[in-house]
Structures are given as structure tokens and as C-alpha cells.
């Protein structure tokens, strides 16, 4: 309660709430590349995120923190971890990256989840749904 | 006019190379700091900060340099000043660096803190004279300056501002 006395409407209480936003955020992308051509192992393929980011965002873009959790050479399907101040700025990368080694690519984004990477590979994909 | 707010960045170029200073002109400095944006913040970061961007205002004798961009983008661009390490006119590159002085909303304002920053530099550059010979110099300069009323208010500020 506000001090009597001090001549203004007491407050009758304060509430602070923190929202803990998620620290990460996941997303399970996929590389789609023309056949016919070397395929990115890990390393390379954690440096094209980088290079998508840099060409968007910059020196700033390259040095978020993200890592690739898991990698699957044969499907070149990822599952990407990423702090959550600079989710917007990695989602926008990878959508707009064009070109790997000079081959046309494309970044397809397939399921993304602010809490756990559990959930995301436990969980059903919707927008791989195909309905009968 | 909320809608179409801009910030109007002050900054000063130094060098220890004195010949840095023919390359202080709009089109070179316009260069370097969207050279640093672009590096530092990407081509989203260049294309946010090239909205409305311009070389308002250029000193070459003191080296001060006033920017302006949206409001929206004028992190993006204070940010980015530090990473502007030379300068290029003519074929010719010269190593600098660029101190913010004042971010403001408008011209006058900036105008404003650069006549009291003025006069404090004249005042400090007194200070360090070495020998009598330069003090006398800069108390005759100081003192001989006047203020003229000009017909035209054009906004830009000479160095020598009406002091007593």
C-alpha cells in the first residue's frame, strides 16, 4: 500500500510479471538442392546458415548464436537451434538464400517450436499434413 | 509529422593523417558509412538505413559531419559509425575513425550542441598551447570573430559563433 500522507491516490499494489520468453527457438528445416552435385556435410552445411545470415544481416547476422542439433546428410534435413532475440533474423535468412556453390537452393522451413527440440521431433507435423 | 521522423546523427572524423581531410566530402563519407552498414547489418540493414539517408551537413576544417536517417533505423546506423576505419577520395585511402557526438530530432538541435561543443573544444585547444606564440594566435582568432546576422536563415553554423 502506498504511504499515507503523501497527497496522491496510494497505489493499491504493484505486479511485476516476467514473461521468461523461451530462450531458444527450434526449427526443423530442409535443403532442397538440384541433384547432380556434392552434397553439404555438417560443417558446410552449418556454414551456409552463416552465410545466409551475414548476406542478410550482416557481421551482427553471422554471429548469432545457432547450432545445428542434429543433421542428416542423406535428406539434408536439420534441426536448428537459435536464440530467441534472433529468431526473426534466421527465419528470414534462410528464406532468402538462393545459392549454394552456384546450384540454385531453397530452405524449406517445415515445423518450428519455441520450447523443446523433444517436442519437435516427438511431435506430429501439420504442415506436412496430407489429408485423403 | 510524427509519421516521417527523422534523426540527425553529429559526428566528427579523426585522423592522425592530415590529408584525410580533402576526403571529407558527402559523396565519400556517404560511401564509407553505407559500406559499414552494409557489412555490419546486411542488406537488410542497408536497405532500412538508405531510406531517407544523406550527408546534411559537412565541416573540413573541424572534421564534423552531420547524418541524417529515419528514426526507425538510426541504431542500425549509430551501430555501424564505428566500423568506418578509412576513407576514400579520388583513388586515395586515408585511415579514420568517426566519433558520435549528439543524435537529435532535428537540425537545430544538433546545431545547438555543436556551437556549446565549439566552444569548449576553442576553450580546451587554449589550454594545450605549448607556447605563447599559438596562445596569442587563438586569443587574436577568438577575438576578432563576430556574429552577423545573415538575411537568409540557412541553418548551417559557423565555428567562430559570436563569443566575446
Avoid at chain 1, 538442392?33 to 544481416?57: C, I, S, Y
Avoid at chain 2, 558509412?33 to 565541416?59: E, M, P, Q, W
Avoid at chain 2, 573544444?121 to 589550454?127: A, I, T, Y
Amino acid at each position: 500500500r502506498g504511504p499515507a500522507g503523501r497527497g496522491m491516490a496510494a497505489a493499491a499494489f504493484e505486479r511485476r510479471v516476467l514473461r521468461r520468453a523461451a530462450e531458444h527457438h527450434y526449427l526443423r528445416v530442409r535443403l532442397e538442392l538440384a541433384d547432380g552435385g556434392a552434397r553439404p556435410n555438417a560443417a558446410q552445411f552449418k556454414q551456409l546458415v552463416v552465410t545466409a545470415l551475414r548476406e542478410l544481416h550482416g557481421e551482427v547476422g553471422a554471429a548469432l548464436p545457432v547450432d545445428v542439433l542434429t543433421y542428416e546428410e542423406k535428406t539434408l534435413s536439420a534441426i536448428l537451434r537459435v536464440i530467441s532475440s534472433g529468431f526473426v533474423k534466421l527465419w528470414s535468412a534462410l528464406t532468402l538464400l538462393g545459392f549454394y556453390q552456384n546450384r540454385r537452393c531453397a530452405f524449406r522451413v517445415l515445423q518450428v517450436k519455441p520450447t523443446s527440440p523433444f517436442l519437435l521431433a516427438l511431435s506430429g507435423n501439420s504442415r506436412e499434413l496430407v489429408l485423403d | 509529422h510524427a509519421a516521417l521522423s527523422r534523426r540527425y546523427v553529429l559526428c566528427e572524423v579523426v585522423s592522425e593523417d592530415p590529408r584525410c581531410r580533402q576526403c571529407i566530402e558527402d559523396r565519400a563519407l556517404g560511401l564509407a558509412v553505407r559500406d559499414a552498414i552494409a557489412r555490419v547489418h546486411g542488406d537488410y540493414g542497408l536497405a532500412c538505413c538508405s531510406i531517407s539517408f544523406t550527408v546534411k551537413y559537412l565541416n573540413a576544417y573541424t572534421g564534423t559531419v552531420l547524418l541524417r536517417c529515419r528514426k526507425d533505423s538510426y541504431r542500425l546506423l549509430c551501430s555501424a559509425l564505428p566500423f568506418v576505419r578509412s576513407l576514400e577520395s579520388r583513388a586515395q585511402r586515408y585511415p579514420c575513425f568517426l566519433n558520435t557526438l549528439h543524435v537529435g530530432g532535428t537540425i537545430r538541435t544538433c546545431q545547438k550542441f555543436l556551437i556549446q561543443y565549439n566552444r569548449t573544444q576553442l576553450l580546451r585547444l587554449l589550454q594545450n598551447c605549448t607556447n605563447e606564440e599559438q596562445r596569442q594566435c587563438i586569443q587574436k582568432s577568438l577575438l576578432s570573430c563576430s556574429l552577423t546576422e545573415e538575411q537568409s536563415q540557412s541553418g548551417d553554423e559557423e565555428e567562430d559563433d559570436g563569443t566575446e
